[in-house]
């Protein structure tokens, strides 16, 4: 028994030496070491189990060596939909943006990320009503299959994300769309008086978007475009555009730079009857003759690029200088 006791001693004196104690707590450990040695032993041995779920999480979740996600690859099933809502769109191009007028990102890439609000809705026999999102895509959003993150506000429901995936494949003549990464966080979205929008996602998305360029009224107007959403688009003033998320692999600043609003008003039926001018992209790097009758059709305005460019300049400036 002697020997056992002072075997069991010298245990718990290394785990003493492994956790130092201080203060009060150290004065308690003192006290039930002398008294129940056995007992002090069992609870340091159950604090450190206690701690692996956090040790486990640090590693897994946040540490820099966590396991890829696998891509969903969604197919679309022939369903009927409807959207109307509205969207604005942040990504690093200049204004005009080259992508919305079917030419090549102005510095080769475009991480264009839109925030969607869709005010009512449907696919097939899902409500999409009042569902919100972020969209980020990858090289360019305007021919990109490969979704770099799809972000669905907490308030959504596992029926709507699979029913706005299977949406969004219907955009592509495969019918097929990959998103390698999909999460629902909070989305955080505040719209002032129809114009200004900022829109967060903690810890990853601070997005902030002016239609009017700090003007009573927006200085913009709708403009012929290429778009998953809309065929026409207003330019707006990029304030703040970041996002910063390892899981996903985006990590940028772009504040400054182009952004865009849209109205979304859209079916199934302007997909099927190839009538987007998305559908129609080659990167000529101007509205070719299928999206020019298109345009013609639909009575759209074609942009005046060195306008908007000069526009652009000039409001920025106006507002710097706080005229």
């Not at 060596?65 to 099933?77: F, G, M, N, S």
């Not at 696919?123 to 895509?137: D, I, M």
Request: glycine share 6%; proline share 7%.
């Amino acid at each position: 028994m002697a020997r056992a006791s002072a075997s069991l001693s010298s245990k718990i004196g290394a785990v003493s030496t492994a956790t130092p104690t201080t203060g009060a707590t150290a004065c308690v450990a003192s006290s039930y070491s002398a008294s129940f040695p056995g007992l002090l032993l069992t609870m340091k041995i159950l604090g450190k189990i206690a701690l692996l779920p956090v040790l486990i999480y640090s590693v897994v979740v946040r540490g820099p060596e966590a396991t890829p996600l696998r891509p969903e690859v969604i197919h679309y099933d022939g369903a009927d939909w409807r959207l109307r809502g509205e969207g604005v769109v942040a990504c690093p191009c200049q204004v005009p943006c080259p992508c919305r007028h079917n030419g090549s990102p102005t510095y080769g890439h475009c991480e264009a990320t839109l925030y969607l609000q869709i005010r009512e809705g449907h696919y097939a026999a899902v409500s999409l009503n009042n569902l919100r999102l972020v969209q980020t895509s990858g090289p360019c959003a305007m021919d990109y299959q490969k979704l770099a993150a799809l972000y669905f506000d907490s308030s959504s429901t596992p029926e709507q994300q699979l029913a706005f995936m299977r949406l969004v494949s219907s955009f592509f003549p495969t019918g097929v769309a990959e998103f390698p990464y999909v999460r629902t966080v909070p989305i955080e979205a505040e719209v002032t008086e129809d114009r200004f929008f900022r829109i967060v996602i903690p810890g990853v998305l601070q997005m902030s978007v002016d239609r009017n360029w700090g003007r009573p009224t927006a200085p913009m107007p709708p403009i012929a475009a290429c778009d998953h959403f809309s065929n026409t688009l207003q330019y707006s003033q990029n304030i703040r555009y970041g996002m910063h998320d390892n899981l996903a692999n985006v990590d940028f600043d772009y504040s400054n730079r182009q952004a865009n609003y849209r109205t979304v008003e859209l079916d199934i039926s302007q997909y099927r009857s190839g009538s987007m001018l998305v559908q129609h992209v080659d990167r000529s790097g101007w509205f070719n003759e299928p999206q020019l009758q298109l345009i013609r059709e639909q009575h759209l305005a074609l942009p005046d690029l060195e306008g908007i460019r000069e526009a652009a300049s000039r409001l920025r400036r106006t507002r710097r200088e706080g005229r």
